[in-house]
């Protein structure tokens, strides 16, 4: 594909978007043509939504657009203590130059508590430690929204190939918000280029070669040049469980 049709596809991408984030943050433009966000009188109040970003391309272009919608959005950062220095220098950054309303979930108990009782929990039990230090500080935060925005996109990972736009998810408990992944469609290369148009900087580690991008001791260089998440927890698992629903009586 040439420049100028990846402009012009970007361009038309970034329109939909636009008006996407304006729905779900505040309301304008009543009901989408794909009726998907259905009670629309229920959602899109300045208030209703969060966005959760780990400072990722997707999440820092879904941020960019939002806080021009409404500059005190929470920003959700899930804080586990573990996440490379880089990234925490990038968050502070970007949170100073852009005013972020950052929130950063702290899960119950520090790195030393946990590793004091449980020893080295992403070694003997990753899914425990994420559960820990991901999904509960997340869930309990997520729940005091209507409208939970996230970067997802399906060519991340094939456990996310039927991702949705728009989706009820219930959290435990019962609650159920609006989980929006407006990038689901969107591929990395819309991605970068919709970050340099905007004159986004980005997480320097991409520059090092990883390209997706979590806790320290869990992310790796790509060990699959074509699956972007194939760095992730050494390839003995793809998702930490946030995107994963509550079973049911949960
Ligand atoms: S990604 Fe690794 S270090 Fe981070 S919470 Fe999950 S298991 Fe723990």
């Not at 929204?145 to 989706?167: D, I």
């Not at 070669?209 to 074509?226: A, K, M, R, V």
Request: with cysteine.
């Amino acid at each position: 594909m040439s420049t100028l049709a990846i402009a012009a596809e970007v361009k038309t991408r970034l329109v939909a978007l636009r008006a996407t984030l304006a729905r779900a943050i505040t309301g304008e433009g009543g009901v989408p043509a794909d009726g998907r966000l259905e009670e629309p009188g229920s959602v899109g109040c300045k208030g209703d939504a969060c966005l959760t970003c780990s400072f990722q391309a997707e999440d820092v272009l879904l941020t960019r657009l939002a806080i021009e919608l409404d500059p005190q959005i929470p920003i959700l950062f899930l804080d586990t203590g573990y996440h490379f220095a880089e990234t925490y220098a990038y968050r502070d950054r970007m949170a100073r130059e852009w005013n972020l309303n950052l929130v950063n979930l702290l899960p119950e108990k520090t790195v030393a508590e946990q590793e004091a009782e449980f020893g080295i929990l992403y070694q003997s039990a990753p899914d425990r430690c994420c559960a820990l230090r991901k999904v509960e500080p997340l869930f309990k935060a997520v729940a005091q929204y209507r409208v939970w925005l996230t970067g997802l996109r399906r060519e991340q990972a094939r456990s996310r190939g039927a991702l949705e736009e728009s989706a009820m998810f219930s959290l435990p408990g019962g609650k159920q918000v609006l989980k929006l992944a407006p990038l689901a469609a969107w591929t990395t290369r819309d991605v970068w280029y919709a970050c340099e148009e905007l004159q986004i900087p980005l997480l320097p580690l991409y520059a090092r070669g990883y390209s997706s991008i979590g806790c320290e001791p869990c992310t790796s260089l790509p060990l699959d040049p074509n699956d972007p998440r194939s760095g992730r927890w050494g390839g003995r698992k793809v998702e930490c469980g946030i995107h994963i629903q509550a079973a049911p009586g949960q």
